[in-house]
């Protein structure tokens, strides 16, 4: 049987990306056996009229509307569970709207080479690596020979049978950044490991010149802090060393231990 395949978007404005993806995945189908699954975070009236339409045009597309930005961990996690509620699935694909995939059947791909690796949990094509003081791209050399950190969440495919036993994201990295790297860390620090998986796309193209991602960051750091540099040390606290993963709770404490780790019931 087919392995079934729920694609996760999460939506705040940024009308010129979310536009491109929606007409990339039109023109591109993802694959087979999967349904796109959006929630939006209070955007403004364009990008709801642009979701309205899209998700009245395709029987694979459902549209949650919030009325706030709950973040990414939580985002993403909320997805999961909707989607957990409808029906059994295999594999959970998270997607940034700042992506341009390069051919259709992308979403295949991915599931290939998940189906390929069955200790991996998480699979993608973009990577870090880790150096002293410094996060970077992996190179391709380094993707193909397994020498990277972890796998980016922009586009990323997860193994459900993990999540159901360690966990997606934990919001304790709430609003966003580190949490992609503390659930590819969690997974193999409990034997599984990530694989790159390589695709065509484009990741976040337009980069400064979208200027409502200057707007939305200004708002995070205005209710959140300097959100990166505190998930950054939450990471590394957690992770950093030796001594520090092995106080890592064991998957029977996990609930307990990581109080904000969503796991499903």
Not at 57 to 84: K, Q, T
């Amino acid at each position: 049987m087919r392995p079934v395949t729920i694609v996760s978007l999460l939506v705040w404005d940024s009308v010129r990306y979310l536009d491109n993806l929606l007409r990339n995945l039109e023109a591109y189908r993802p694959g087979n056996g999967f349904h796109l699954r959006i929630l939006d975070q209070g955007s403004g009236p364009e990008t709801l009229a642009l979701l309205r339409a899209f998700d009245a045009r395709h029987p694979w597309v459902s549209v949650e509307y919030l009325d706030a930005n709950i973040g990414y961990s939580a985002g993403h996690n909320r997805n999961f569970e909707a989607m957990r509620r409808t029906g059994h699935f295999d594999y959970f694909v998270t997607i940034n709207n700042d992506l341009i995939f390069g051919e259709p059947g992308w979403l295949d791909t991915l599931v290939t080479g998940m189906e390929a690796a069955p200790s991996a949990a998480v699979g993608g094509p973009v990577c870090y690596v880790s150096e002293p003081g410094l996060i970077r791209p992996a190179t391709r050399a380094e993707k193909e020979a397994g020498q990277f950190f972890f796998v980016n969440g922009s586009v990323a495919i997860i193994r459900a049978a993990a999540v159901r036993r360690f966990g997606l994201f934990d919001e304790i990295y709430t609003p966003a950044y580190w949490e992609d790297a503390d659930m590819c860390m969690r997974y193999k620090h409990f034997g599984l490991r990530d694989v790159y998986i390589d695709i065509p796309m484009f990741h976040a193209y337009l980069g400064e010149i979208e200027r409502v991602n200057q707007a939305k960051n200004a708002e995070l750091l205005a209710r959140h802090g300097d959100f990166r540099t505190r998930n950054m040390h939450l990471f590394y606290e957690r992770w950093a060393t030796v001594a520090q993963r092995a106080r890592f709770p064991a998957e029977p404490g996990l609930r307990a231990g990581c109080p904000q780790l969503y796991i499903p019931d």
